[in-house]
């Protein structure tokens, strides 16, 4: 089954304890990306990635982390997590070749106390 | 100002009837523009996309592209109460690459 795997799906934490939340996709695709879902805000992306090693920032890069180095995981790293970074966290995948139509997994709902 | 703007809703229309979202886009060098749909406590799922100015079908749902008034629409026919959901726009431009930007969203209840 195609699909885009977000561990872990719930997660509390206290500020400044380093944590990665981690993706995987069994779907060949080139594109990942990284949004956060906040009430009010809409859908934010964080970072994005064309290719292994490739990896540009969106509108919200500030205290996060990602690395690319294989194709199908694209774990989001928060080296020193603080409140603000509360939120439901969505990985999406999507083919190079019709990069735009993306796939996005079941989401993480993180809490930074 | 914010790069795509919906009005937040919440939109309520009875089973059968046609349902009308709208959103606009600040950028004229926006490239593409989508439609997801997202059922409450659930992630987005694509609905529609669209590229060019007009209009693009695809079952009881037709997406309405406007390039030169910069606005883009998504009409559902014949809604029914599983429509109910946040339906998000999104858009893309050309020269930041293959970033995304989405809309608050709009809510749609379909009363039986």
Redesign the interface.
Known sequence: EAQVTQNPRYLITVTGKKLTVTCSQNMNHE?M?W?RQDP??????IY?S?NVEVT?K??VPEGYKVSRKEKRNFPLILESPSPNQTSLY?CASSLRQD?????????TRLSVL | QKEVEQNSGPLSVPEGAIASLNCTYSDRVSQSFFWYRQYSGKSPELIMSIYSNGDKEDGRFTAQLNKASQYVSLLIRDSQPSDSATYLCAVTKYYTGNQFYFGTGTSLTVIP
């Open positions: 594109y990306s949004y009010g805000l809409g859908l934010r992306q994005y064309m540009d969106g509108d969505f990069v735009n139509i993306q796939y996005f997994g079941a989401g």
